[in-house]
């Protein structure tokens, strides 16, 4: 059996922030899909901020 490329985690997030989420992807402005696309995209610029991505 083939080993999965990646492991999936659940976050669960306040439904005012999720709202919030949703306003950026509806205005269409920031690229953005769907709440996964914008939380993978966020995580990563925060792990880039703190110095653990380069």
Same mark, same amino acid.
């Given at each position: 059996m083939a080993e999965r490329k990646y492991k999936y985690h659940t976050v669960n997030l306040p439904e005012s922030l /999720?709202?919030?989420?949703e306003e950026v992807i509806e205005s269409g402005?920031?690229?953005?899909?769907s709440i996964p696309?914008?939380?993978?995209? /966020?995580v990563r610029r925060y792990l880039r901020d703190l110095g653990y991505l380069v």
């Open positions: /999720a709202k919030k989420i402005n920031h690229g953005y899909t696309d914008f939380v993978k995209s /966020a």
